[in-house]
DNA sequence: CTGAAAGCGCTAACAC
DNA sequence: GTGTTAGCGCTTTCAG
């Protein structure tokens, strides 16, 4: 049998269409016995609206985009999981979409979506597009943007100071008596702003204490994962004058180089120390366990929601801003090592 | 400018509605003239079709709901990272939900959200309801369920053969000459039957072998994580007589129960091997490297997709089919050690 | 407070 | 081949 339509209801209810609509979505005000009526006829016929019409007819689809380099990522992973419950506090359904950082892909996203009414508005953490290319986007588009750009002024823009967190990691190994410090993640090319972020704020902390910078101990790596972490830590290791220490540009890039690194013998913190970058859970498991740089990712969760249906709302559009959540650096094994074992210490001078 | 409908661009080119429909859509044959017609019209408009009103007029929503219990246990992120593509192959949009195991949320999308036209069809991976709530479910709408359950004939069913892949774990643990074998996971209530089914692969594996069950190595857990994993390995480390051998329920299990063994100075595998399931990437990169079960999960997607679309595409309902993924045993560190490392054998008799 | 009716933009009989 | 047109099911303006 097919499903009871508002018009359905209306017939047995006796009132017309427009009466039901405003029952069901509590509109204006209808009279206590008009109401009785209608929802029993709801009741009756089991009434489900269909979103698809009612969408077509309110000019919105409900739904909003989250777009992201790879899902199997943790950090995203982790991400997702404190976007959705808000995005749906609010009536909103989350259309999930991977790019793995193809830059067209991308591109077609953010041109073509909205426009097909497949979704109102889109929380994107770019990872092919440049900045540059973020500027041609539809202005139309309500759009929030995570990680590590800087808003244009059209889309806002929400993301932790990652010059200053990784300038605290670096000093955080400073800190603990480390003089050579490697990093790893580095991208030096136009859609590496991140890492170039995280770059920046490893030269500042060596500038702070009075260090040089060594080039050579600076690992570019095309991502961020597991993989990178290892094959960089690998060539760290063979060098001649490998590092005492080094600052990954995620926990995915550290847990790689750390997997290595023992692999190759070494112990960790004592021959190396290793902090990584964005607080996964699998850095609190590893052995030893990953100092790391924690964002609040349940604050960027909701303050990003929060802003792209602030945006949608707002038939005007509204300029971009800048929202900057917490971040603080957790210390654990592969930096301090384990708290009671006896083993020598390697901080002060 | 409000963006160009169908009808604008019909106007524009000269013809009805009716022919730029089949141009966009490829239908009915057009005449060469036309289409070219047609075509320079849609370019000029920058027509983009409105989706809603399509799906609309189609009667379909064009999306397919994936929903998991928790989006970031890696597990499900790599599920999802393989069938989001095999989905946009096919036209689809994908939409995804975590319930937390919460079973009303659960009933709550299985029973409204296909008929709201919220999505044509859904994959899902069930934690809080029973077989037996699944009966339940609206015979129309395309299902396919993932995980451990057995179809009861409405829904498709995919998955690998549990029973005998913990079998194989087990057997594994026993052929290295370990006797004490404890397994994390069990869930002995209804909603349990993924756990179950590994607990009776466990106890085959001791029939087989000729050993008896010490049934107090079989330590259940509320979820397949790490939390529980560790808390596990706790208990049985702290007993006066622990295991040589530990059969985890998921990677994540095993990882959370490597942690705390190493931490509470064991050595894996020597004191303790420990054998998790999943295969997911973390485990080939922890300390050591994690023996498990590997699941094949790319088939494991595809055939899901292949198997909901198909269901959405014939009218007729059609009977619920059983498919078994393939799986396989992947030895690493934590059952047969580090590959070069001279270390005592424990093996044999 | 409620009814009638005009769309939302597209698809797909049904004609010609 | 192509045009006409009646919906898809809901929202909402305009009357009353």
Redo the contacts with the bound molecule.
């Keep these: 049998m097919?499903?009871a339509?508002?018009?359905?209801v209306?017939l047995l209810a006796?009132?017309?269409?427009?009466?039901?609509?405003?029952v069901?979505?509590g509109?204006?005000?209808?009279?206590e016995?008009?109401?009785e009526k209608v929802e029993r006829a709801l009741l009756e016929l089991n009434?489900?609206?269909?979103v698809?019409?009612?969408n077509?007819?309110?000019?919105r689809s409900g739904q909003i985009a989250v777009v992201v380099p790879y899902l199997d990522t943790p950090y995203f992973a982790e991400l997702l999981q404190a976007i959705i419950p808000r995005a749906r506090e609010h009536g909103y359904n989350v259309l999930i979409d991977q790019t793995d950082g193809d830059a067209a892909h991308e591109r077609e996203l953010i041109s073509r979506g909205a426009r097909a009414f497949l979704f109102d508005g889109m929380i994107f953490s770019p990872l092919g597009l440049a900045q540059e290319d973020l500027v041609e986007i539809d202005p139309d588009l309500p759009l929030v943007v995570l990680g590590e750009r800087v808003s244009n002024g059209v889309f806002d823009h929400v993301g932790i100071d990652d010059v200053e967190a990784s300038r605290a990691a670096t000093a955080h190994l400073i800190g603990l008596g480390r003089r050579r410090i490697a990093a790893i993640g580095d991208q030096p090319y136009p859609t590496g702003e991140a890492a170039q972020l995280r770059t920046r704020g490893y030269r500042q902390a060596h500038a702070d204490a009075g260090l040089p910078v060594d080039e050579s101990l600076i690992i570019p790596t095309p991502r961020f994962n597991r993989a990178d972490g290892s094959g960089a830590m690998r060539a760290l290791l063979g060098r001649e004058d490998p590092p005492d220490a080094v600052f990954c540009y995620s926990d995915l890039v550290a847990l790689g180089a750390l997997h290595t690194a023992l692999e190759l013998g070494r112990r960790v913190p004592e021959d190396v120390a290793l902090i990584g970058y964005d607080d996964i859970e699998e850095g609190r498991y590893s052995n030893p366990t990953i100092s790391t740089i924690s964002p609040d990712k349940v604050a960027i969760a909701a303050t990003a929601v929060e802003r792209l249906l602030r945006r949608i709302g707002d038939d005007e559009p509204m300029p971009g801003i800048e929202v900057r959540a917490e971040h603080r650096l957790i210390p654990r094994e592969s930096t301090v090592g384990k708290p009671f074992a006896a083993r020598p210490h390697l901080g002060g001078t």
């Design positions: 097919r499903d339509t508002l018009r359905d209306a006796g009132v017309s269409a427009r009466t039901v609509s405003n069901v979505n509109y204006a005000r209808v009279s016995r008009t109401r009434y489900r609206p269909n698809l019409a009612r077509l007819a309110r000019g």
